[in-house]
T-cell receptor
Framework: QKEVEQNSGPLSVPEGAIASLNCTYS??????FFWYRQYSGKSPELIMF????GDKEDGRFTAQLNKASQYVSLLIRDSQPSDSATYLC?????????????FGKGTKLSVKP | EPEVTQTPSHQVTQMGQEVILRCVPI?????FYWYRQILGQKVEFLVS????????KSEIFDDQFSVERPDGSNFTLKIRSTKLEDSAMYFC??????????FGPGTRLLVL
């Protein structure tokens, strides 16, 4: 059974701080890694994806992938109250990015003004 | 910006009834998916659809479920005889190819 594990939180950070979200996955064959944000009662919204080991930056967000450790992380710099949401880590294993997404339970982030 | 749409936004039904959830994927996308999220739990994959046939399905997607693309735009999920445990948020997603899945706003299904 392929699993994606995340700390459920809540993770509380002050406004302007760096929020660090972590994720581990069980299937070494996983090829593509995604971070989605989900506000309560809403659908997942893509933040960014990463395929290769190392860091990938997009604005205030940085995704980090370490396939040897089966570990993905998301850093949010200059956190804002509007970043308060649940962050979902997801991976695909079949056929690259056309495969189904396997989600973690999500980490709830709270950014305090 | 193109987006995935879903109807209805909310559906209440009696146990044992059939429901059809509808999705309109982004027009040039080729891969289509259904996921569900039971309240307070993680998003779970149900089924993927490509080239007018199911490409993959999960253990959840049993004989009570079916999918169809009846025309060039709609993608439907049918639950033949709903159970209490089918109560969840159902998300449709679509993918052009080689990139990321975009999710619709979801249909909240409540089975009484």
């Amino acid at each position: 059974q392929k699993e994606v594990e995340q700390n459920s939180g809540p993770l509380s950070v002050p406004e302007g701080a760096i929020a660090s979200l972590n994720c581990t996955y069980s299937d070494r064959g996983s090829q593509s890694f995604f971070w989605y944000r989900q506000y309560s009662g809403k659908s997942p919204e893509l933040i960014m994806f990463i395929y290769s080991n190392g860091d990938k930056e997009d604005g205030r967000f940085t995704a980090q992938l370490n396939k040897a450790s089966q570990y993905v992380s998301l850093l949010i710099r200059d956190s804002q109250p509007s970043d308060s949401a649940t962050y979902l880590c997801a991976v695909t294993g079949y056929g690259g990015s056309q495969g189904n997404l396997i989600f973690g339970k999500g980490t709830k982030l709270s950014v305090k003004p | 910006e193109p987006e995935v749409t879903q109807t209805p936004s909310h559906q209440v039904t009696q146990m044992g009834q059939e429901v059809i959830l509808r999705c309109v994927p982004i027009s040039n996308h080729l891969y289509f998916y259904w996921y569900r999220q039971i309240l307070g739990q993680k998003v779970e994959f149900l089924v993927s659809f490509y080239n007018n046939e199911i490409s993959e399905k999960s253990e959840i997607f049993d004989d009570q479920f079916s999918v169809e693309r009846p025309d060039g735009s709609n993608f439907t999920l049918k639950i033949r005889s709903t159970k209490l445990e089918d109560s969840a948020m159902y998300f449709c997603a679509s993918l052009q190819g080689g990139e990321t899945q975009y999710f619709g706003p979801g249909t909240r299904l409540l089975v009484l």
